[in-house]
């Protein structure tokens, strides 16, 4: 699967605990759609563990909850792969002396007790496990965003107390285990050590890496291309190499790996270019990906992928992510305008996948349950036009490409 990272649930570090719309969002169901509906199921969301918990080993904060389930609602009526993750870096903030002071998971026996141990960090999945190992929405759990310079903790024993106490509390949905030193795909094996290192009972987990490609693999593209291109070799492969050693890590290893985190600038088509090829050598690799960052309040970010102008324009890097997509997948479209995510009844749409052939009907359920068959208005391989029935219902739409009577693609959107 190939999806996005929504950013905005674990902004504002100075503003602890925040306001929800002010300080952080947690977006809103159509940002589930418009993902849904360009053939982009997998969503990795990020939160604070302060404001989700603001005492260490206490309750989850009731409405910062809230918030969070509400997502894995809309997640689950889109059809979306909900990831959940804590986006602080291995650390947690507490309030001394009027400020909050930030401090890294550390449990080290030989030293004093130390303020947030691994056991505070599995006290937070064991709670966020009774909430979602039941729910729907939520496809799996990622333990912690980019944990790095841990100190004396160890990131290795850390994450393994965090599988245990998910796998105790009888949950076996999927666990991502980041890595450490930002979970640098370059730096792989490097950081994390040349064996895995996770015991999991339920055999449920994937190792999460990042893969930027400024020099400094922080993501911030603070250089232009052509600056780039005069300190490093063949540019246009640089996301290969610096994926590779994970690739290589998890296959020597015989595990599964996901990549957490790429992006580029989508202003130079050149950066594209770089995207491209590593996507194409990470999805040959069996790894599914999930493209940083889009969201509600991102549309100005320089590597964002948040479509423009009230979710009618698709930025570049979408359609390098469709073409890397497996057979199967439709995306639907305005016929108009080449983009939008919800359409109105009646409306002229094109469904496009490499999975539609020329022969190819549309069937289409909307949300009261109602089966429809358009009729085509043109068609061509992998692109077909039709008219949306004036009497389908609000909500969900299921789509799906028949070819002989059976499913050649699937998908959706919103009406």
Not at 380 to 390: E, N
Request: charged content about 20%; proline content about 6%; overall charge negative.
């Amino acid at each position: 699967m190939l999806g996005v990272n929504l950013s905005g649930a674990e902004w504002g570090d100075e503003n602890l605990p925040g306001q929800h719309g002010t300080h952080y969002t947690f977006h809103s169901q159509r940002s589930y759609q418009y993902w849904a509906s360009k053939a982009l199921g997998l969503v990795r969301l990020g939160f604070r563990w302060e404001r989700l918990q603001p005492e260490l080993f206490g309750p989850l904060d009731a409405a910062y909850l809230a918030l969070l389930r509400q997502s894995a609602l809309w997640a689950r009526n889109s059809a979306v792969q909900l990831i959940i993750q804590p986006h602080n870096f291995g650390r947690y903030r507490i309030l001394e002396n009027g400020a909050h002071r930030e401090h890294v998971i550390d449990d080290h026996p030989l030293f004093a007790k130390p303020r947030v141990t691994r056991h505070a960090f599995a006290d937070l999945w064991t709670r966020l496990s009774r909430e979602f190992r039941d729910d729907a929405g939520v496809y799996g759990y990622d333990l912690m965003n980019e944990p790095h310079d841990m100190g004396r903790g160890d990131w290795r024993r850390i994450s393994q107390c965090a599988v245990d106490a998910i796998r105790a509390a009888g949950d076996g949905k999927l666990i991502l285990v980041p890595g450490d030193a930002w979970s640098s795909s370059a730096k792989w094996a490097a950081a994390n050590g040349p064996v895995s290192w996770i015991n999991d009972p339920a055999g449920n987990f994937q190792y999460e890496a990042h893969c930027y490609f400024d020099r400094d693999g922080s993501g911030k593209y603070a250089h232009s291309y052509d600056e780039e291109a005069a300190l490093i070799a063949d540019l246009p492969h640089y996301g290969q190499r610096r994926v590779a050693p994970f690739i290589e890590w998890c296959r020597a290893n015989g595990v599964r790996g996901y990549l957490g985190e790429v992006g580029a600038p989508w202003e130079d088509a050149r950066w594209l270019e770089v995207l491209d090829n590593t996507l194409e050598t990470v999805t040959q690799a069996g790894m599914d990906a999930t493209y940083w960052a889009a969201g509600e309040w991102w549309e100005e970010y320089k590597i964002g992928i948040q479509p423009l102008q009230n979710f009618t324009v698709d930025r570049p890097q979408l359609a390098l992510l469709q073409k890397h997509l497996p057979a199967g997948w439709i995306a639907t479209n305005s016929a108009v305008t080449g983009s939008g995510y919800s359409f109105d009844p009646g409306s002229l749409v094109t469904a496009s996948g490499p999975g539609i052939a020329v022969d190819t009907q549309i069937e289409l359920t909307d949300s009261a349950g109602a089966i429809w068959t358009p009729a085509i208005v043109a068609s061509s391989p992998g692109l077909i036009t039709y008219t949306l029935p004036p009497a389908l219902a609000p909500g969900l739409v299921r789509v799906r490409a028949l070819s002989d009577g059976a499913v050649a693609a699937a998908g959706h959107f919103a009406s």
